[in-house]
């Protein structure tokens, strides 16, 4: 594949959209730079209220500065609101705290980019000029003509969009009656059927029938069986805990973990609403192992609406609140992608 050259802002703003996959909104976007090298890729979504530019600054800081090689950045930041009175720009306060905090690590900010919802602009710009060009340049980029001519698209949100799920009570009852068989079973049999189950479908190439996946359904509904699955999905043989909080020696197989987002969705589909809280935490999860920190919040959310007091779901949100990493994405070599999203 032929390295991309970024010239110019439309380029950059390409660049942002189609490495994200959306048009990021209320959103800060940084893009590490080794000289003329691109490397890491951060988003993540600005702060909402005053008094926590430092947090957040040292929050960024400590992502891009994962990356050893950088020894500066550029920035694009996406927002519909207003400058404070006299300002040129909003969230002057936000960029001014990321500067200071940079500056400390060696990194130095570049340049920067001011997007509305439909036009962008210098962020470094006087008050009172008029110099915004329209998005809709962006299309005619040499960035976004090369990303089009490999199969790339930009969606216009990262909004979540669940498939249906049939809501069966034939399922609901099927997964129950695997529930009771498992409860009255060896505990360690049990773990170790689910593994094994879990597995054939991880190795597969095609989606399982519907009783292997009602099976599966009820399996995740036993929080020790969970982790053990959930364990299973990267391909890694170390502790549990370790692949869990993806702090590996190991790179996960980002293929299979690919496969396993896919079936647990199909999974979803054939779930009720009283057993479907495991599987969309599960999937949130990923989302969080790959940086899609957004995404994994949606799909918690998802499942606290399903189940309010499902435990795992809330403490998940909590640790994605807190502006913790996955352990991957803090290194080049194991990271998805490379463009960690956090909310």
């Not at 790339?152 to 009771?180: F, G, M, Y």
């Amino acid at each position: 594949m032929n390295e991309l050259t970024i010239k110019d802002p439309p380029d950059l703003l390409s660049f942002i959209g189609h490495t994200l996959g959306f048009w990021p909104q209320e959103s800060l976007v940084c893009i590490t730079l080794n000289k003329d090298k691109v490397g890491a890729t951060l988003r993540i979504d600005l702060p909402k209220q005053p008094g926590y530019e430092v947090h957040f600054a040292q929050t960024v800081a400590a992502y891009l500065t994962s990356d050893e090689q950088a020894n500066g950045i550029v920035f694009a930041l996406y927002t519909t609101e207003p400058p404070e009175p006299g300002e040129a720009r909003p969230h002057r306060a936000t960029i001014a705290a990321l500067t200071g905090v940079l500056a400390r690590e060696g990194i130095t900010i570049r340049d920067g980019i001011y997007v509305t919802s439909t036009t962008y602009s210098p962020y470094d710009a006087v008050p009172g000029s008029n110099i915004a060009i329209p998005l809709s340049t962006t299309e005619y980029s040499r960035v976004n003509a090369e990303f089009i001519y490999r199969g790339s698209t930009i969606a216009p949100t990262n909004q979540v969009t669940l498939p249906a799920a049939t809501d069966k009570r034939e399922h609901a009852t099927a997964v129950e009656h695997h529930r009771e068989t498992i409860l009255n079973g060896p505990p360690a049999a049990a773990t170790q059927e689910a593994h094994e189950l879990w597995t054939r479908m991880l190795g597969a190439k095609d989606y399982p029938t519907d009783d292997n996946v009602l099976k599966l359904i009820a399996y995740y509904q036993f929080p020790h069986i969970r982790d053990r699955l959930m364990a299973d999905i990267p391909g890694i043989i170390e502790p549990p805990e370790h692949i869990l909080f993806a702090q590996t020696t190991q790179a996960p197989d980002w293929s299979r973990i690919e496969w396993a987002k896919q079936l647990l969705t199909h999974a979803y589909t054939l779930t009720s609403p009283e057993h479907a809280a495991p599987i969309l935490t599960t999937i949130g999860y990923i989302n969080w192992w790959e940086g899609r920190g957004s995404k994994a919040h949606q799909y918690l959310q998802l499942a606290l609406d399903t189940d309010p007091g499902y435990r795992f779901a809330r403490l998940t949100d909590h640790m994605l609140g807190a502006g913790i990493i996955a352990g991957w994405n803090t290194n080049k070599t194991t990271a998805y992608k490379n463009t960690p999203d956090m909310p």
